[in-house]
């Protein structure tokens, strides 16, 4: 197992710790990943292993905030914890972007891919779902697809809904709506693909974001499950991501 861990006091004194207990590899020969940090620090890890082609099962350790996607820190009996641990596998988005100008950039996203307004001015956007048009003028501050594992994050605070862990969904939920006034969004399902269409990006200009991958002045953006990349999360059984997850819809 190989052994990162954040800039921060907490995780560097985390990793310190551990190196003293147990043996680690570096990250290239690893065949697990122990991750010490925040939510944060977990999706940037889970990026770089996409970004490198090499993608193997991670078990993160809270030494940030919330830690909604990690385990508790403690420094006993880990080889212990990596055996019992339980695995879940999701499969992040996938964004095309195209840019006023017509450069094209994509990326994965685990949590979610958001489009927001740049300015003052609220956003124009045009909803597709499989080339269809659904919402031909969308007015507001932005939209956002998430999966099922970053539903409780951005899309929750927005007001969209949680999503079980293998519910095959995908949450399409607006931001601070406008027009059409009462719509709150909608459940897609993953195999199908999500387009926008921002209507007027010189005067009204819109950014796409990709979990911490921003794109200024977007013209058009699809957003897909890719099913072809699948990332694996460990979890300690009685802190298990499905539970999680479940039990936020009950939370006060």
């Known amino acids: 197992m190989a052994l990162l861990a954040s800039s921060t006091e907490a995780g560097q004194s985390a990793e310190t710790m551990l190196r003293e ?13 122990v991750a010490l940090g925040g939510d944060g620090f977990l999706l940037q890890t889970l990026h770089e292993m996409l970004k490198r082609g090499r993608v193997c099962p991670i078990f993160g350790m809270n030494r940030g905030t919330v830690g909604f996607l990690m385990n508790e820190w403690r420094l006993d009996a880990l080889d212990e914890r990596l055996a019992k641990a339980r695995s879940f596998t999701v499969s992040p988005l996938h964004m095309t972007a195209t840019k006023v100008g017509g450069e094209i950039l994509t990326n994965h996203a685990i949590n979610e891919v958001s489009l927001l307004r740049e300015t003052r001015q609220t956003a124009w956007i045009e ?45 399409l939920t607006p931001i601070s709506p406008f027009r059409p006034r009462r719509w709150r969004g909608a459940l897609i399902p993953d195999e199908l693909r999500i387009s926008f269409r921002v209507l007027d990006p010189v005067k009204r200009p819109v950014s796409a974001v990709a979990d911490q991958l921003e794109v200024r002045d977007v013209e058009t953006v699809e957003v897909r499950i890719d099913t072809s990349e699948a990332l694996t999360l460990l979890f300690d059984p009685e802190h298990a991501l499905d539970e999680r997850i479940a039990m936020e819809q009950f939370a006060v």
Not at 21 to 33: H, S, T, W
């Open 127 to 171: 909803v597709s779902v499989n080339g269809r048009v659904v919402l031909p003028q969308l007015v507001c501050d932005g939209v956002l697809v998430a999966t099922p594992a970053g539903s409780t994050a951005y899309n929750l605070s927005a007001n969209g809904p949680i999503l079980p862990l293998g519910s095959r969904l995908m949450a």
């Open 21 to 33: 207990r147990y043996d680690f590899v570096e990250p290239a020969e690893a065949d697990l990943i």
